[in-house]
Structures are given as C-alpha cells and as structure tokens.
C-alpha cells in the first residue's frame, strides 16, 4: 500500500514500531543508527524487521538521505542534534514526526520520564491494581509503544495532507497525551461530576458491590462476566443455565430476573449480599472447569466469558494459527500481519538486518518516483487545514474499537457518518458514566467524546428501508467501517461483496476482536476479555496474586491506531491506484504487536512474563510510592546511578548513595522500604517537582481530577469543551500530536440521537420530503 513512500527511521528502541507498522504496510523503512549501531536485543528483532540500515555519523550525513525521504521519525536517539526544520527547508514535501515524553513545549516539556512515571501522569496507573495495594503497571512497558503507534498515524495523517496540499509538515506527539487514551473513560469523570473510579483488581466496583469478573480456575484463571440489561442479562442467564446443569445453583437462582436485576438491587427486591452469594456459586463452578472448557463453551454459546491467557497460551492459540498470524522466521514465530487486506496483503518481512547492512544501496528508484506525484482534488469548499477534508466515512461499528479509530478521521477533517439505532443502543449511551450521575443516554461521556466531530443517523436495520439508505450511504462513501459480529452485515445484504455493486472501490473494514475468520471468529466479548484473550491480564498484578488486568478495555485502546494506519494506507493506495478493498482486522492481533519482545524472549530463553508488581530488570528503585493523603502515590524510576545518588541525598541517605545497580538489586526490597517511608509524608506534586528539579524521574500518581489540572496536559489542550445539543457544553479528549499546518481540535461533541438527519440524507444523499417521509412511515428512522 505504501510502496512509493520511504521513511527515515531516527528513533531508539522507544519509537522502533512505528516504522514497523509503516514497514508492514509497504513503505521502505530505513533504520538510521549511530556509529556502532543500536543493542540487537528482542525489540530489534521484534520491531525492526524489513527495514533497511545505514549507520549515520552527522547531521551533514542525514541531510543527504533527508533529500530523498517523505517521512522522518524521530525521538531524540541520535548522539548529535537533528535539525528537523533544515531537513524540511531542503525537502519541501517532507514529514517530520517528533516523538517526546511531554510535548516539545509547556512547563514539563524538559521533564525525565519512564514507562511507569508516564503511566502514572496518565490516569491510566491510578485505576490499575488491587486497592489495597499501589497502584500497579503492566509488566512489558507499554507507554513508548503507544507513543510509536500513534507516531505512525500521525505520518500517516500528515502525508494525506500532503496529497491535498504538496507540502510536508512538522508533527509534535506528546508520549503522555498518547498513554491518556488507555485511561478512556475514568481520565473524563472529575469535569462530569463523578466520584474518581476506584481501583479494584479483578472485578468493577459498584457502589459498595465489587462485580468479580476474575476466577480462579482449575488451571489458570478465567473472565466471567457478571452483569445485567437488556443485551448481556440474556448471555448471563445461559451462563447461569450452565452453572445450574453443573449443580452449582438451584432453579431458583437460574430463573432470577437477569435482565433487569440491576434495577431490582436499587428498589431492594435483591440485595447486594444475594448476587455475592451468586458470585461465590460462580467460583465455586469456575474451580473445576480447565480455561479450555471455559472456552469451548463460550463459544458454542455466545457467553460472555474467556480465558486469562498467558503468553505460552497466545503463542500457542488456534485461532491465531488458523488465521496464519504468526510470521516463521529462523525458528520463532513473529507477530505478523496486522491486518488482512484484500487488494494488498501485507507480507512476511525479513529479519531485522545487521548494523549497517545496506550503506551504499539507498539510491532513489525512478520507478516510484513518479508514484509519489499522485495528487487528491479536494472538492471545492473543502477547507485545506483539515488533512483529511472530502474523506466520506460511514460507521457501523459501536463501542470504542473502531469509533476510536474514526474519531480520529473525523477530527481531520473527514465527513464521518454515525449510524446508530435506539433499537440497540451503543454500550457507549449507557455505561462508563454519565454526567453528574444521570443515567441517560444523551447523557453519557464516553458517547461525547468517542464520537466527536461526527454526523449522526439513527436506522433501525431490521427494515429493509432502512439497509435501502445505508447501500445509499455506501455509494456515497469512500470507507465503510463495521463491528458487527462476523457475517452480520452479510446477512443483511450489507457485506463488502454486496456493497462494491453500488461502489465498487469501495474500502472497508470490519473490526471484531477476533477478525472475521478462524474458529473463534464468533467470540462473544468486549475490550476487557480481548485485553484477557491477548495476555495482558495476565501480565497485570502481583505476583503473589491473581491477575488485576489493565483498566477496562484495554485492547479497545490499542486497536484504534493500527485500524487507522489500515484505512489511511488503503486511502493513499486507491487514490493512485483507483483500487478498494476490503480490510479484516483483529483487535486481539493488532494488540498483541505490543508485546512481541515476550512472544520473542520467552521462545528464544523460556523466559514467561508475567505480573510481577513495578519490578524492573534495569531500573531500581522502581515503583509506585505511598505520599500524604488519602490513595495518593507517586511512581519514583531510578534510570542510572547519577539519579540514585540524588535521590539518596534528597532522602538525607547519603550513605546509600554509593550503591551501583547490582548493589541495588540485590537490596531491591530494603531500599523500597527505605523510599516509601520517606514518600509517605510527602505531598506528591510536591515531591514531583523537587525529584524532577534534582534530575530524578517521577511522577505523582494523577487520577481524572489530576489530569485535569495537570499544566501540561492544560498547554497541550488536551480537554477540549465543545459544544452539545442538550448539555450545551462536554468535555472531549484530544488527539496527543499537533500538525504544523492542520487546524487541531475538534468542534462538536458527539451528538445526539438522529442529530444530523436533515443534513444527511437531505444534503448529502439528495432526498427529498416525499422520500423521507416514506422512510418514517416505514418506521425506518428512529
């Protein structure tokens, strides 16, 4: 897809899968190292494959390769200064992508940061953990990785803008704004009214009800989703069918009121100690059942349950298998293709070459020369500060996974088409909080701020009218995006083949948790069992505890930016080429990209990561630290023994100070002591800005309200309140990189019910009065 484009890859390890993704998609990745290369560790093998590399002395030296480039990404890795903007004043079409922990400017742009200290400026720490314990971090550093996908839209956004314009441009992409995201939708409670999310491992607290979604099982553990409505009261009751036929409940308990037993706990006519003693039949059940079982199960029966894989078990899935995930090179099995594409599969990359394997055999290729040329005609009104203007979009997905994606389409500039139906509501309109604690579906924060900048219609698909206007739609569109269960939107004549009658360069992409295809392809689940399913709960907690997981819906926050770089590649590929296609992606495989150094060390040294609290190999002290107050902490990161040392003297421990790394490993536990017990009387914003001053990485553990007030997170214009139909103003979560040449910010929150009708199928698809009132005579439009 990207095959005329060629990108400079500057960065260290933190930025590396950035240029992976690109490298997948087609573009000519070439690795820039320092003289001796870069450590040839599991992220080298894992992230740059099929790149090219040449090691660079000097900025002169980098200049004659930036002559020839589109793409830069850097992150300050280099031991000389890069001059980004000499770069683009010589190359006047190319994109540079600069990757910090803050932000190139505002009062923490010069700040030392780490994996932990990010999480723990996020939001994203202060929800993750047992609450009686410190909040805890995933064990495989996640922060820079989310950084890299991010970079990689990012210079993917930026060369559509290009396309438009004939210019490149500069992108500043803050690492903590991109790790906020993962924090969706707690990180937005504080300006909605709402009591902060407390942090509960294995389970969601509901008021004074801890709802366990985590069960020991005989060989592991197990998700068992335990909740209540109109959609999963159903899944529960033939979960609860299960458990009665096993014996582990009466008649009584199955024939419970399941749809509306929420409802029921707040008029008293059940009790919160009833659904724990429920709770405790389930883990009484879930003790002799295998993760296998649990499964098979789950899926013959489309119940809301799953395994806690750990990384043996995801390298060892079927599913996985029978999709042909894996890439088989010299003995080890390597994420592979993120996505399926129809038109331009995705192919094996090489292994990740040898420092400096290609000097001299980086010579400009005519033949793509003239493919870069190919220009988009933006239509005529189109504003040409939006990268993305005169891009139609129709979403048919729900939830978060793919609305996240087209979220960021929209606020580029695309025109995006939101189809909803009151009939089935999005999880979004009824759960994950709602201002000042009102439970309706206007109301709700998550809908505000995943579907910014978005049109919305409201159909009920049932109707065959209705699936007449969305055929309509698609003939209109230049991308289809669905989340239906697979085979769905087929049965409805509504599937690709279907579609391309009415458009046949059409692009579109289903996005489920487990693709479209491969015996696990009917999962029934949300972004918290493919969090499970992908082995990131498992890595989650301490170690002599079960698995906590990540907050939420983990993978519901890293499958976005890997589908965005999907539908971009794809975009840039029909506008040279006139070709659609269709794109299968998998939330579980876009996901598991994140931990391929585990996948890769565990099959190289049998070495299996899991939880293991805040321990770090190479940094100690390392962890998350008590401060005055009330559930308030500060991650402290010791990167070296120059910190150490600063922070033994700020400790008033200058007898410690001497202590290398070895040393300090071998007292891990003793000089963790010794720092909580100094924090404990601390004030964390305080201490963070003290630690900071004296050159030591930390951060105070920020929950909503911290984010909130954070002045970086303010300059960077994180929150954005925009305007909204009923609540007249809502709070809306940026995008974490800033375009030197696009407007940046949204301009409208997500919008009510049916909102856009008129200016939908009136402006847009033509209809007129007549036609429309068919449809609602039909009982089409709701």
Known sequence: MLGPYRVLDLTDERGWLAG????????DVVLVEPPGGRPRGHRHRAYNRGKRSVVVADEEALAALGADADIVLHNDGLPFEVDLDGLRSANEGLITVHVTPWGETGPKADWRATDLTLFASSGQLSV?????????????????????CQAAVAALVALEHRARTGAGQHVDLSTQQAVCETALSAILYAPAGLEEVAREAGGVRVGSLLLRTIYPCKDGHVVITVSFGPMIGPMFRRFMAWVHEEGFCDRATLEKNWVDFALQLQT???????????MDCIAEFAKTKTKAEIQERGLRDSLLVCPVNDLQDVLDSPQLADRRFWDELDGARYPGRFVVASATP???????????????????????????????????????????????????????AAPLATKILAHWGATVIRVESQNRPCLLRGALGHRDDVPEQENAIAWHSTNANKYTVALDLAKQEARDVVRDLAAWADVVTESFTPGTMAAWG???DDLRVVNPDLIMLSSCVMGQTGPYRDFAGFGNMAASVAGFFDITGWPDRGPAGPYLAYTDYCAPRFTVCALLAAVDHHRRTGEGQYLDLSQMESAVHLLAPALLELQETGRKRTRRGNEDDHLVPHGVYPTFGDDQWIAIAVEDDEQWRSLAVEMRRADLGDLDLDSRRARRSELDDIVGRWTSGQNGPGLTYR??????????????????DDPQLAH???FQWLPHRLVRRAVVDGVPYRLSAAHNGFEWAGPTYGEHLSEVLGDLLGYDADRIAELAIAEALE
């Not at 995705?346 to 394997?357: G, I």
């Not at 630690?691 to 984010?707: D, E, P």
């Open 494 to 496: 509504l599937g690709y």
């Open 20 to 27: 992976f993704l690109l490298a997948q998609l087609g573009a």
């Open 268 to 278: 008293g006519e059940e009790t919160v100690e009833e659904i724990e003693r429920v």
């Open 716 to 718: 960077r214009n994180h």
């Open 128 to 148: 993750t953990g047992d609450s009686d314990r410190p909040p805890v971090r995933i064990s495989v550093p996640q922060a820079w990785l989310h950084a890299a």
């Open 691 to 708: 630690l900071q001053a004296h050159g030591v990485a930390a951060h105070h553990v920020q929950n909503s309200g911290g984010c909130i």
């Open 346 to 400: 995705l192919t094996v990359l090489a292994a990740a070459p040898d420092v400096d394997q290609h000097a001299g055999d980086l010579a400009p290729d005519p033949s793509v020369e003239a493919l870069r040329a190919a220009q988009m005609t933006v239509p005529e009104g189109s504003r040409s500060d939006r990268p993305l203007a005169g891009l139609h979009v129709v979403d048919l997905s729900w939830v978060a």
